[in-house]
């Protein structure tokens, strides 16, 4: 199986079965969720639900993640052994905390996956981290989304 990563997703080919047909796994900026799969067959014959019930979709899936997380490892590289957080926290850790949301949020990179990859530590972790460094005022506060509102009675 081939899998290669690009900006808008993850192509997977020559999967056992599928020799000829390509797959393609769309991600959307700033996530490493998958929002999108497109195939495309060697002949561009219709596909038919049998043939669709029949795709590997967990192997397919599986393989554009690792990729997807690869990229994101690949990117943001791992800290040195001696570079963890120091106990109690710090503004120096923080800092570089910072430093590395706005060098993941440029390149659409989720920045809490990012920090958790380069420290080596869980999401969770990460989030606490963007926090702390957000109250200490080195991250500034996330956007406001826009409000849903109620559909007219009369309407």
Do not use: C, Q
Request: aromatic share 8%; charged share 25%.
């Amino acid at each position: 199986m081939k899998v290669t990563s690009k900006a808008s997703g993850v192509t997977v080919e020559d999967v056992p079965g599928y020799e000829d047909t390509l797959f393609l796994i769309g991600y959307p900026p700033n996530s490493t969720k998958a929002n999108g799969f497109y195939v495309k067959t060697p002949d561009e014959a219709p596909l038919t639900s049998t043939w669709l019930r029949r795709l590997p979709f967990d192997r397919l899936l599986r393989a554009a993640a690792e990729a997807r997380a690869e990229e994101i490892a690949t990117a943001v590289g791992s800290a040195p052994a001696g570079e963890g957080r120091p106990y109690g926290g710090g503004e120096e850790h923080l800092a570089r905390v910072a430093a590395l949301f706005e060098w993941a949020t440029e390149r659409n990179i989720p920045p809490r996956r990012a920090i958790a990859t380069r420290w080596a530590r869980s999401e969770a972790t990460a989030g606490r981290w963007i926090a702390e460094a957000r109250k200490s005022g080195l991250i500034p506060a996330p956007e406001p989304r826009a409000k849903r509102t109620a559909p007219d009675a009369g309407a």
